[in-house]
C-alpha cells in the first residue's frame, strides 16, 4: 500500500492548457514536497510546503497544501513543452521514523 | 547544484558478482541516502547516513550494504547481485538545516544479466 498516492498517473495534454495533480494520503504529514524529474537524470526539488492550507508559487506553478496536510496539488498555468516530466510529490509522516516517502509520481507530457 | 556525483552512470553485471556504487558530495551535508527506483514502485530507500561511519537500513535493504568512511563519500554494494536488483540508483543529500529537503545525483543505471 502506497502511503501517498498521486493521479492521474499519466497525463498529456496540449501546449496552453492548464491541470491539476493530486497528492493524496490518509496520514498527517509534517512537511510535503514536490519534485520534478526528466529522462535519465535525478529528480530536482521543486518546492516545499510545511503548513496547512499553505500556497507556494514557482511562475506559472501553484503548489497547494491541505488544511489538514494530508494532501497536496500542483496547478500548472499555460503549460509549456519544457513542463514535461515526472512529477513527484513526497512527504515526511507524521509519525514513526519520520523518513521521506515518496508517491509513484504523474507523468505529465506537454504537446506542443 | 548540491554538488553530487555518482559513479559509475551505466554498469552491466551477471548475477552473483559484487558490485559497488559511489556517491561523492562536495558539500559536507551530513545526511545522505541511496534510493531505487523502478516502474510502478517509485523512489524507495535502500539506507542512509546521519555521519560518519553512522548509517541505517531503509525499507528495501535486504542484500545491500553501505559504507560512510567520509563525510564526502558514501557508498552501496550490492554483495551478491541479482536480477532483481536491476534498477536506477539514487543518490541523495539533505542539508543539516533543512534535513526534509533532499537533492539527488544524476543516477546510476544498473542491469544484472
Known amino acids: 500500500t502506497q502511503l501517498l498516492e498521486q493521479s492521474p498517473q499519466f497525463l498529456s495534454i496540449q501546449e496552453g492548457e492548464n491541470l491539476t495533480v493530486y497528492c493524496n494520503s490518509s496520514s498527517v504529514f509534517s512537511s510535503l514536497q514536490w519534485y520534478r524529474q526528466e529522462p535519465g537524470e535525478g529528480p530536482v526539488l521543486l518546492v516545499t510546503?510545511?503548513?496547512?492550507?499553505e500556497v507556494k508559487k514557482l511562475k506559472r506553478l501553484t503548489f497547494q497544501f491541505g488544511d489538514a496536510r494530508k494532501d497536496s496539488s500542483l496547478h500548472i498555468t499555460a503549460a509549456q513543452p519544457g513542463d514535461t516530466g515526472l512529477y513527484l510529490c513526497?512527504?515526511?509522516?507524521?509519525?514513526?521514523?519520520?523518513?521521506?516517502?515518496f508517491g509513484t509520481g504523474t507523468r505529465l507530457t506537454i504537446i506542443p | 547544484d548540491a554538488g553530487i556525483t555518482q559513479s559509475p552512470r551505466h554498469k552491466v553485471t551477471e548475477t552473483g558478482t559484487p558490485v559497488t556504487l559511489r556517491c561523492h558530495q562536495t558539500e559536507n551535508h551530513r545526511y545522505m541516502y541511496w534510493y531505487r527506483q523502478d516502474p510502478g514502485h517509485g523512489l524507495r530507500l535502500i539506507h542512509y547516513s546521519y555521519g560518519v561511519k553512522d548509517t541505517d537500513k531503509g525499507e528495501v535493504s535486504d542484500g545491500y550494504s553501505v559504507s560512510r568512511s567520509k563525510t564526502e563519500d558514501f557508498l552501496l554494494t550490492l554483495e551478491s547481485a541479482t536480477s532483481s536488483q536491476t534498477s536506477v540508483y539514487f543518490c541523495a543529500i539533505s542539508p543539516t538545516d533543512r534535513a526534509y529537503e533532499q537533492y539527488f545525483g544524476p543516477g546510476t543505471r544498473l542491469t544484472v544479466t
Open positions: 513526497a512527504g515526511v509522516p507524521n509519525f514513526g521514523n519520520e523518513k521521506l516517502t
Open positions: 510546503v510545511v503548513t496547512g492550507g
